[in-house]
């Protein structure tokens, strides 16, 4: 991520089963508990993208689109 997009975006993972981050992310935790997401879930800019598997790829790509969007 840092090679390809200089420092622009980052990838951070939070373990929902650790009591901090379920305190920290409750509000996103019940989003998806309440719309059935399937985790993991990949949010971009706070919304839920991807759900059920990490695509790298995917990721990349939404991330590129975003950044292009924005310029």
């Known amino acids: 991520m840092e090679t390809r997009f200089a420092g ?12 901090d981050v ?9 989003y998806i508990k309440e719309n059935g997401l ?6 971009i800019e706070g919304e839920p993208a991807y759900e059920g598997a990490v695509s790298y790829p995917a990721i990349l790509r939404a991330v590129q689109s975003l950044l292009q969007e924005r310029a």
Do not use: F, N
């Not at 993972?13 to 009591?19: G, K, L, M």
């Not at 399937?38 to 949010?43: D, L």
């Open 8 to 19: 622009s975006a980052q990838i951070l993972y939070h373990d929902v089963t650790q009591p």
């Open 22 to 30: 379920i305190a920290e992310r409750a509000e996103m935790i019940g």
């Open 38 to 43: 399937i985790y993991p879930v990949t949010i």
